[in-house]
């Protein structure tokens, strides 16, 4: 295949963090990274949305760093 008939991608909108950088975002956010699986749910549905909410954090990076399940994440 030649170098001129590969696509390419427009990522110019997105502005995503690492996943470090994430970290540090839902530290501040929520003042502590030991959220328990025991939470309850109203109080868990609260906390993911007002994660989803900081921008540049993925819905993946919030399952990567809070060990909640990606589907859990996705429907709060």
Request: aromatic share 4%.
């Amino acid at each position: 295949m030649s170098r001129g008939s590969e696509k390419s991608f427009d990522l110019k909108g997105t502005n995503r963090s690492t996943d470090e950088e994430a970290k540090e975002k839902i530290k501040n956010a929520i003042d502590t990274l030991a959220i328990t699986q025991s939470i309850e749910k109203e109080k868990r549905d609260d906390l993911l949305r007002k994660l989803e909410a900081i921008e540049g954090l993925s819905v993946r990076q919030i399952t990567r760093i809070t060990g909640f399940n990606f589907n859990v994440v996705a429907k709060a």
